[in-house]
Every structure is written in structure tokens, then in C-alpha cells.
């Protein structure tokens, strides 16, 4: 199938005010091929909405997917981030931790919700991010239970504080995680350090799985790049969407 044919989907971009941050936060919203208001949707929420699209062309995957493989049409929410205050938002030591999962659990998802027809159960709902993006989407989850069930990971960045707060956790039978990590990111340099990605997502699955979380978990050679994570997204949608 041709590429234009994927291009024929609505991309529609929102701005909510957020008590919570006391900013607006911008969204891009994915509305599928045949898109329909009386129908209802699974949804996938994802952290760096604006990379998610231009650098993970996610809205172009996911035209491939619900057009060539019979995939069940589902919209995608991008919440796009100032790069500036991204760790200080989506690591669990930054300043601004809590207040932008306040506002994604409780001002985000109440927007969506009451402006298209997305479903609301955890079980169709999904949370995706890379790197920190990974890691705060476990952590809405944490947070969030009776929102979110269900992660999608690309090389995560699950630092001592994340495992630290796992480590609390009793029984998280009730979570689905899809986790990807590049055999090229053991030594990557970030803005609070060097960490090797590899042996932090394996800590995290081992971790996770202890704790009776269902795990999907792939190591293939990659770098901590959207090239990377743009080869992988097909496999972790499907996961989620293919059933």
C-alpha cells in the first residue's frame, strides 16, 4: 500500500491549562483512517509527543498497521514537553515530579476523555515513553493503577530511584509492560550521568517479574536514538493492538 494512503488520517493539536504545572500543555491528537465519533477507541498516551511523531512517525506506523494488518483502529495522544524542564518533570527526583503526574492522571485524561470517544478502562489504555519517557509512564502506572495497566517502554531510563520505589511494591500482577532496550546503550551519558541502559533494564524486568508484572522484554542492537526506537514501535504496538 502506498504512503499516501497512510497520510489520509487527522491530526488534530489541543492546548489544556493545567492547575496542577500552572501552564498550558500542548497535545497531538491522532484520529485514525474511517474515524468515527458514535465508535469507541483504545488510546495510547505518549510522553514526548512531538518526537513520538515527527522522529517515531508513530501516526504513519500506526496507518501501516491499522490499514495493512488488520490492527483495530486506536487513537494516540502526544503530550509534548519543554525539553528544559523534561528530567525535572519525568524523573522521580525532579521538581516538578508530581505535579505532571497530577496533571496527567487528572487533567489530561479527563480532557481526552470528554472531548473524543476514547475507552476507559485500564486495559485500553496504554502509556508510552523512551528513555525518561519510559519511566515516568511506569511511574503514572504506580501512581495510577486504576488508569493505567499497561506500559510500552523504549530504553527505559529506570534509575536507583525507580527501583528503590519498586522495590516497595508488593504485587503488581494487575501490570503489562512491553520493554525494549538497544544493546548499543551500556555506556550513554545523560544529564544527571553515564548509566548502562542495558543492565538497568534488565534489573527492572527481573525486578517487575518478581512482583508478578507480565513482561515483554527484547534486547536487539540499537543506540539510545529515535532510530532505533522508531524500528522497534511496530512490535511494541502490536503487542498491545494485535489481539
Given at each position: 500500500?502506498?504512503?499516501?494512503?497512510?497520510?489520509?488520517?487527522?491530526?488534530?493539536?489541543?492546548?489544556?491549562?493545567?492547575?496542577?504545572?500552572?501552564?498550558?500543555?500542548?497535545?497531538?491528537?491522532?484520529?485514525?483512517?474511517?474515524?468515527?465519533?458514535?465508535?469507541?477507541?483504545?488510546?495510547?498516551?505518549?510522553?514526548?509527543?512531538?518526537e513520538?511523531?515527527?522522529?517515531?512517525?508513530?501516526?504513519?506506523?500506526?496507518?501501516?498497521?491499522?490499514?495493512?494488518?488488520?490492527?483495530?483502529?486506536?487513537i494516540?495522544?502526544?503530550?509534548?514537553?519543554?525539553?528544559?524542564?523534561?528530567?525535572?518533570?519525568?524523573?522521580?527526583?525532579?521538581?516538578?515530579?508530581?505535579?505532571?503526574?497530577?496533571?496527567?492522571?487528572?487533567?489530561?485524561?479527563?480532557f481526552?476523555?470528554h472531548?473524543?470517544p476514547?475507552?476507559?478502562?485500564?486495559?485500553?489504555?496504554?502509556?508510552?515513553?523512551?528513555?525518561?519517557?519510559?519511566?515516568?509512564?511506569?511511574?503514572l502506572?504506580?501512581?495510577?493503577?486504576?488508569?493505567f495497566?499497561?506500559?510500552?517502554?523504549?530504553?527505559?531510563?529506570?534509575?536507583?530511584?525507580?527501583?528503590?520505589?519498586?522495590?516497595?511494591?508488593?504485587?503488581?500482577?494487575?501490570?503489562?509492560?512491553?520493554?525494549?532496550?538497544?544493546?548499543?546503550?551500556?555506556?550513554?551519558?545523560?544529564?544527571?550521568?553515564?548509566?548502562?541502559?542495558?543492565?538497568?533494564?534488565r534489573?527492572?524486568?527481573?525486578?517487575?517479574?518478581?512482583r508478578?508484572?507480565?513482561?515483554?522484554?527484547?534486547?536487539?542492537?540499537?543506540?539510545?536514538?529515535?532510530?532505533?526506537?522508531?524500528?522497534?514501535?511496530?512490535?511494541?504496538?502490536?503487542?498491545f493492538?494485535?489481539r
Open positions: 500500500m502506498s504512503e499516501p494512503v497512510f497520510l489520509k488520517r487527522t491530526i488534530v493539536k489541543q492546548t489544556l491549562w493545567s492547575e496542577h504545572l500552572q501552564e498550558e500543555r500542548k497535545l497531538r491528537i491522532y484520529l485514525p483512517p474511517g474515524y468515527n465519533e458514535v465508535l469507541s477507541y483504545p488510546v495510547i498516551y505518549c510522553q514526548d509527543g512531538e513520538f511523531f515527527n522522529f517515531g512517525r508513530i501516526a504513519t506506523l500506526a496507518g501501516q498497521l491499522i490499514l495493512e494488518q488488520d490492527v483495530e483502529p486506536f494516540i495522544v502526544g503530550v509534548e514537553v519543554n525539553v528544559a524542564v523534561r528530567t525535572e518533570e519525568y524523573a522521580p527526583f525532579g521538581s516538578r515530579f508530581k505535579q505532571y503526574l497530577s496533571c496527567f492522571a487528572e487533567e489530561i485524561i479527563p481526552i476523555e472531548n473524543y476514547v475507552r476507559r478502562t485500564p486495559e485500553e489504555r496504554i502509556v508510552a515513553g523512551d528513555s525518561l519517557g519510559g519511566s515516568v509512564s511506569l511511574h502506572a504506580l501512581a495510577y493503577p486504576g488508569l495497566s499497561r506500559v510500552l517502554s523504549l530504553s527505559g531510563a529506570y534509575y536507583p530511584e525507580t527501583r528503590r520505589l519498586l522495590e516497595q511494591e508488593d504485587d503488581l500482577s494487575w501490570l503489562q509492560i512491553n520493554m525494549v532496550v538497544g544493546l548499543q546503550e551500556r555506556d550513554y551519558k545523560t544529564d544527571t550521568g553515564i548509566y548502562d541502559f542495558v543492565e538497568m533494564n534489573e527492572t524486568k527481573a525486578m517487575l517479574e518478581s508478578g508484572a507480565t513482561v515483554s522484554y527484547r534486547e536487539k542492537d540499537g543506540r539510545h536514538l529515535w532510530g532505533f526506537w522508531q524500528k522497534e514501535l511496530p512490535e511494541s504496538l502490536l503487542y493492538f494485535n
